[in-house]
């Protein structure tokens, strides 16, 4: 049985930093890409960062320069680093391996 779990997240002050991690079982883990999707209230799920299964990055423009996906295959974790994080950064923060798994979610909150 494939499970992802998330963790990491919590409330911060604009312009703090949060490390997201996503760690993954039950699957070959380094075989697959994967990403990070957020979904804010009353908005759809976006794509915020993804990761190959050899290291190569995407970014979301709204993001690029702030987060940093990385992955760990000895461990089975993919982390997102955000840093200089804003209000507009608030959503629910969601682990995704491509078509068909996704983790539970972990909150993320930028307020002062």
């Known amino acids: 049985q494939v499970q992802l779990v998330e963790s990491g997240g919590g409330l911060v002050q604009p312009g703090g930093s949060l490390r997201l991690s996503c760690a993954a079982s039950g699957i070959g883990f380094s075989t697959y890409n994967m990403d990070w999707y957020r979904q804010a209230p009353g908005k759809q799920r976006e794509l915020v960062a993804g990761i190959s299964r050899v290291g190569i990055t995407y970014y979301a423009d709204s993001v690029k320069g702030r987060f940093t996906i990385s992955r760990d295959n000895g461990e089975n974790t993919v982390y997102l680093l955000m840093n200089s994080l804003k209000p507009e950064d608030t959503a629910v923060y969601y682990c995704?391996?491509?078509?068909?798994?996704w983790g539970q979610g972990t909150q993320v909150t930028v307020s002062s």
């Open positions: 995704h391996l491509a078509p068909l798994y």
